[in-house]
């Protein structure tokens, strides 16, 4: 059951999991649509701004985008073995599964009656502990999905050890960095 949960891409690669992925990741992002989810960088959650629906599609595949290519370019330097693609592509997509539970958690993590006009004094009063408690557990959602990046990464480049962790962390921050810079770009030009 250990291996399902932090390691299923011992089992299931390539194209299967590149399309158990994608729908996984549309499923998640006609949630965030009415949770007002958004995963707008690699690593990043964040709940309550409303936009065009299209976005909440735009945010997740970006991301993903983003993060294959740069974890398949480290993998390209920095393996010895034969990387194909599709398997770097289709696992990364499957990791990216415990941010389903993430978004259907932030229907709790909205304050009613604020949004990004509201002084801090309104957003500080409208957190619960309930909310607290949401958003811990979210994160822990989010620490699960960067396990299974990470083991997605090192099955599908066949790199393991400290080199492994540091191409990983390399490439997570470069697909990051990158995220944040379309997405600035995007919503600058929406507003």
Known sequence: MKKWLFNPFVYIAGARSLVI????????????????????GVLDAHNGRVTLASMYFIEPFTDWICLVLALYLGGIIFSKSTIRFIDVAGTLALARWPLLFYSIIGFGLNPRGINEHSDINALMNSITGTMILLAIIGGGFVIWMVVLLYNAFSVSCNIKGGKAAGVFIGGLAVAEAITKIIFHLLYKHMI
């Open 21 to 40: 992925g994608w729908v996984i990741m549309l499923i998640t992002a006609c949630i965030c649509m009415y949770s007002h989810t958004h995963f707008d």
